[in-house]
């Protein structure tokens, strides 16, 4: 099946993005696997491959049994059926459309479903709401354990220093001092820096994704890092 037939019943673009989530039992499989996803490591074009294979095989399964996908109109059943068995490099694959094969639909779903992994990681550092900082750092130790293929996009590199900014702001603004999350990636040394000059505004403020067009207006941004301004139509909830 290809990226032009996967979405059977969606709205050719003209609805928002996918808000997916997953039932407890597929997230379970999925933070199984995304721990587990380095050993005996393919690839990223087989990964790829593999992942077009494999929804397109659930599609097939769901059809057969007389719920074809609608992603419309998806039930829990469908969204689990599908990506319920992927790990965190598939997802990646598809959300960032790697090989040109995925639909919008597809991508947005993939997206949804990472930016809820990353959310659940981050509220498990902070369950009762009230240590933001907490939820920051976790954020950031999550975002450096995912693959090398993700580190490599201009949406990680915006998520990774949005945290590091986020935790950094929270802290200070408790009267602690925050410990040192630098990265030695210059281009995320290069964002968090003009973020940095953001620093009156609230981490919540940042967290909307607003701040986005803020930093390509800025020189630093938008001469030195021409990959993630040209990303800047899509926002970046870095709350997941």
């Known amino acids: ?43 990223f074009a087989t990964v790829t491959k593999d992942a077009r294979a494999a929804i397109d095989a659930k599609y097939a399964e769901l059809a057969a049994n007389g719920k074809p996908m609608d992603y419309m109109h998806a039930t829990q059943e469908s969204w689990d059926t599908v990506y319920g068995g992927l790990d965190r490099r598939a997802l990646f694959a598809i959300a960032s459309n790697s090989d040109g094969s995925f639909s919008k639909d597809e991508q947005d779903t993939a997206q949804s479903i990472m930016s809820q992994q990353q959310g659940q990681a981050m509220m498990a550092a902070d369950p009762t709401g009230n240590d933001h900082a907490a939820r920051f750092r976790a954020g950031v130790a999550f975002l450096e354990g995912v693959s090398d293929e993700e580190k490599g996009s201009a949406n990680w590199a915006v998520q990774r220093a949005a945290n590091q900014f986020g935790y950094e702001q929270t802290m200070r603004s408790s009267g602690r001092e925050p410990d040192d999350l630098d990265s030695e990636n210059p281009l995320i040394a290069m964002i968090k820096g003009a973020m940095d000059r953001l620093k009156d505004r609230s981490p919540e403020a940042v967290a909307t994704g607003g701040y986005i067009k803020d930093l390509k207006d800025m020189p630093l941004f938008r001469d030195g890092v021409p990959a993630v301004a040209a990303r800047t139509d899509t926002p970046l909830d870095i709350r997941a």
């Open 1 to 43: 099946m290809g990226a032009k037939d996967t979405a059977a019943g969606s709205s050719n673009g003209t609805r928002d993005a996918a808000v997916v989530t997953l039932s407890e039992t597929a997230q379970a499989s999925l933070a199984t696997q995304t721990t587990t996803q380095t050993a005996g490591k393919k690839d």
